[in-house]
């Protein structure tokens, strides 16, 4: 393999992994969020934003972890007869559909995109009674689908790798 695409592959798995490490650590401030609105709905008025807060922090863990999940081998596949090959084949097979998640999440990305500039026009705010921005949680999907695009790209260039019989 070409040296580029080694380290492509080298530093799209580097960064990916550090940033999916640091999104685990969102389930704390998701649980200091849910703690916080039951402490807060026990003792005094229920808080306007913890609802929302919490839905934006669980979808910031989700998406930034998204390619770190991708890059452990963590999401999920048909097992019925992939399990069974070879990995060469599994490699095979792969190299292919990894086009069909490539264009999926391309078109994720675009709308997303368009969404997010939209959203910073216009200064769009969430419906709900706190009315927070929504641009930042739009920028977060944004970046997280472009993480995960990143890392289908590397592991098309680790199966092209291991179809010539070479590791990465």
Not at 8 to 33: D, K, P, Q, S
């Amino acid at each position: 393999m070409p040296r580029a695409a080694i380290l492509f592959v080298r530093i799209v798995e580097a960064m990916n992994y550090r940033i999916g490490r640091m999104a685990m650590y969102l389930l704390f401030l998701l649980a200091g969020v849910l703690l916080w609105s039951i402490v807060a709905k026990a003792f005094w008025q229920p808080p306007l934003w913890t609802q929302e807060m919490a839905q934006f922090t669980m979808v910031a863990y989700f998406v930034l972890g998204g390619a770190y999940s991708l890059q452990l081998g963590a999401n999920v596949r048909m097992d019925l007869l992939y399990g069974r090959w070879s990995p060469r084949r599994q490699a095979a097979v792969d190299a292919v559909t990894v086009f069909a998640m490539i264009f999926f999440l391309g078109v994720v990305l675009y709308g997303g995109i368009d969404s997010t500039i939209y959203a910073l026009e216009i200064g769009e705010r969430s419906r709900t009674v706190w009315r927070p921005y929504l641009a930042p949680i739009k920028i977060i999907i944004c970046l997280g689908t472009v993480l995960m695009i990143l890392q289908s790209i590397a592991y098309l260039i680790r199966d092209i790798a291991r179809l010539r019989g070479e590791e990465i």
